[in-house]
């Protein structure tokens, strides 16, 4: 048997064995065949009778279902744009640079749009597709523990192994409105929402989103070939940084896949690659699998397949495309990572389960890896601004390809399609809107490069506002807002220096996980970010905290919290301070972080906080290229809401757009739900034609 399972720090594993099962299935099958040969030929009297029944009683099921086809015709489209912030929307608008987004605005319906608390994408979008606060859902942030090891793990999903079966499930809890949708006989046709993988059952059709891995099993592995000498900072890289010699004019090596697991060892399955220099031209030839591409300098490839061996007549699947950076004095390659292919996807990633493979046959193949952009290349230097935004434009142009043709075939129901071009760009690009950034540069080139892509986003708008008819509900909304990412502030240190977390004997800091922590004396830690839970005796594995003394111990923390100033700026660095009591509710609310802390514009959570680290400085300048945010205090970063229909939107939240979804095709939300009020009051009024956009 083979199996196989998602480890978002090592990759998939693929583990051999029982080969002498292939016999016995041969076997089976021989006999199998042997007995069906046998019968055939008595099944050929009766073949003409069965084919009339066949006809017959699909004419008697089809009539019946004419009878019973539901005659809701309603259409809602949404359309998700993650990280559209509402001050430069507005400002946009406001110079006459987004006017299918003024046309919404004036015509039908905006508003500002409450965030989660905490604005994380995968929080947020949970909130939109069930209508749940986080505590009804489980979701808090991307990174979440296990209080009896301490443990870390990605929010997106869950793999068990029971009785030698791996299975991978979504960790998020409730029912999204295309489960009640379907319970109602209602369509949706559902692209790209986070937090989606594995792909489930609906009425209609679905295609996950963010959570979906790489071939590798991570949320993003690139691979850097370069013949440069390499540094100690390669060990640390996000990448796998490989180093190479060519052989006259020629480069051996390989291009690795997911990781095998044998009786002996566990090992990265690998293709061999051959790089070709052409004298006197800038370009190479790539030889792999009996494919020959050829590639110039400064240019990307197109999508290449490619098939990992993985054990006895198995192989993975994926698809990688490569940009050569550099030839000469240096070689210097990059490969994307190995996205799932959409035509043969070791893992569900549509549902139907074939549908990925129709799209691809329609449409041409399409990154299908959750999280596409390679924003940690950019921030490593293997690719350049340019470089990367390319790839935008390129993810851009296959969802917007896709978008256009799946919403011809919209006949009824809820129609959602995501984008998160925006929030991509924002955070690698701010640093040029940003006068402030420790990073800000006065360059031409980039100073326009964000507000270009809201220009891009705009005319995605109007193309579905041609493509729609006047009946056809339309919402548009983001998950959050953005801001400046400046200081990266390391809670771990600051529970450190007041008293609220101990290291090990000797220790002055500690490493990621909780490395070097002492668990008898800590009596709150910070992981994911902004979350801060207390070590608490019963629920943690070493609680050191009395649980009657939780109380007191929050408005501690909290009221020092607030104090917090930045001992080099002498700015506060925190807005506000959750208590998990008071803003999380539904049968999850005791999974989330005891106190959430919002922090004031400028500042974050830094990485080293969010995998349980405890470095030995306070607070430290953002020095990385991803210089813009959105995890800061929830107030700071609303989102954006429009609509085509006249609505009268009071203070909505992202959780009241799951009830008005269900509202607008008239299914009214379950009794006992947890969901959000939704936006009901609806005078029907349209907007004018598009063809009235000017």
């Known amino acids: 048997m083979i199996n196989y399972y998602v480890d978002p720090g090592s990759g998939f594993v693929f583990v051999q064995g029982a080969s002498f099962l292939w016999g016995i299935i041969l076997g089976l099958l021989g006999a199998g065949w042997v007995f069906f040969k046998f019968f055939f030929g008595y099944l050929k009297k009766f073949i003409w009778v069965l084919l009339i029944l066949l006809i017959l009683s699909s004419l008697i099921i089809g009539g019946i279902m004419m009878i019973h086809k539901p005659a809701n015709k309603k259409k809602v489209v949404i359309l998700g744009i993650d990280a559209m912030d509402p001050g430069i929307t507005e400002k946009l608008i406001q110079e006459g640079r987004l006017p299918n987004f003024l046309y919404l605005k004036t015509k039908g319906a905006y508003s500002r749009l409450e965030t989660t608390i905490p604005s994380e994408s995968v929080v947020a979008w949970t909130s939109f597709s069930t209508g749940l606060n986080p505590g009804g859902h489980g979701i808090f942030d991307f990174v979440m523990r296990d209080p009896q090891s301490y443990s870390l793990y990605l929010s997106f999903n869950e793999v068990s192994n029971a009785g030698g079966k791996t299975k991978v499930k979504i960790r998020k809890q409730g029912e999204a409105f295309w489960d009640i949708l ?290 056809t509900e339309l919402i548009v909304l983001s998950d959050h807002g953005f801001g400046s990412f400046r200081r990266a502030v390391h809670l771990n240190r600051w529970l450190l220096e007041n008293g609220y977390l101990f290291l090990k004997e000797g220790m002055n800091e500690a490493g990621e996980f909780f490395e070097g922590l002492d668990w008898n004396k800590t009596k709150a830690y910070a992981l994911g970010f902004g979350g801060i839970y207390l070590n608490i005796a019963d629920r943690e594995r070493y609680g050191a905290v009395d649980p009657r003394q939780a109380r007191e111990l929050k408005t501690e923390i909290t009221e020092k919290l607030k104090r917090f100033t930045d001992p080099v700026t002498a700015e506060p660095v925190v807005k506000e301070v959750y208590d998990s009591d008071r803003i999380f509710h539904g049968p999850y609310a005791g999974d989330a972080p005891d106190l959430f802390v919002g922090f004031n514009p400028g500042y974050r959570a830094s990485w080293r906080t969010a995998l349980g680290g405890t470095p030995d400085k306070l607070i430290e300048d953002n020095s990385e290229k991803w210089s813009g945010e959105h995890l800061m205090d929830p107030s700071l970063v609303p989102g954006v809401l429009f609509m085509n229909k006249k609505m009268d939107l009071s203070n909505p939240s992202i959780i009241d757009i799951a009830p008005t979804i269900l509202h607008l095709l008239g299914i009214e939300k379950p009794a006992s739900s947890f969901m959000g009020k939704g936006i009901i009051s609806h005078d029907k009024q349209a907007c004018p034609p598009a063809s009235a956009i000017k």
Not at 182 to 193: G, L, M, P, Q, T
Not at 277 to 286: A, H, N, Q, T, V
Not at 292 to 299: A, E, H, S, Y
């Open 182 to 471: 379907s319970r109602n006989k209602v369509n949706s046709a559902v692209y790209f929402c986070p937090n989606t993988f594995p792909a489930q059952p609906l009425s209609g059709k679905m295609l996950s989103g963010m959570g979906v891995p790489d071939l590798y099993g991570t949320i993003g592995r690139f691979s850097f070939y370069t013949s440069r000498p390499l540094a100690e900072k390669d060990k640390d890289s996000r990448g796998k940084i490989l180093h190479v010699e060519p052989n006259g004019n020629v480069i051996e090596t390989n291009i690795y896949g997911p990781k095998v697991s044998s009786k002996a060892s566990i090992n990265e399955a690998v293709i061999p690659l051959k790089i070709r220099f052409m004298p006197g031209r800038e370009e190479i030839s790539l030889e792999f699998q009996g494919k020959k591409v050829f590639l110039k300098r400064n240019n990307w490839s197109g999508w290449q397949r490619v098939s990992f061996k993985i054990g006895l007549f198995k192989n993975a699947h994926g698809i990688i495309r490569f940009y050569l950076k550099s030839i000469e004095p240096e070689f210097e390659l990059y490969i994307s990572p190995v996205n799932l292919n959409p035509e043969k996807p070791v893992f569900p990633i549509s549902y139907p389960y074939d549908y990925s493979k129709k799209l691809a046959k329609e449409d041409g193949l399409y990154y299908t890896q959750g999280m596409p952009h390679d924003t940690w290349a950019l921030s490593e230097n293997r690719i350049d601004e340019k470089v990367f935004l390319g790839h935008v434009d390129k993810i851009l142009e296959e969802r917007t390809r896709i978008l256009e043709g799946e919403l011809k075939k919209l006949k009824s129901g809820a129609f959602f399609f995501y984008f998160d071009a925006l929030d991509a760009v924002q955070h690698m690009f701010w640093r040029y809107i940003d006068n402030k950034h420790p990073l800000h540069e006065e360059n031409a080139l980039y100073q326009d490069t964000i507000f270009k892509y809201y220009e891009k986003m705009d005319s995605v708008i109007g193309e579905v506002l041609k493509k729609i008819d006047g009946d």
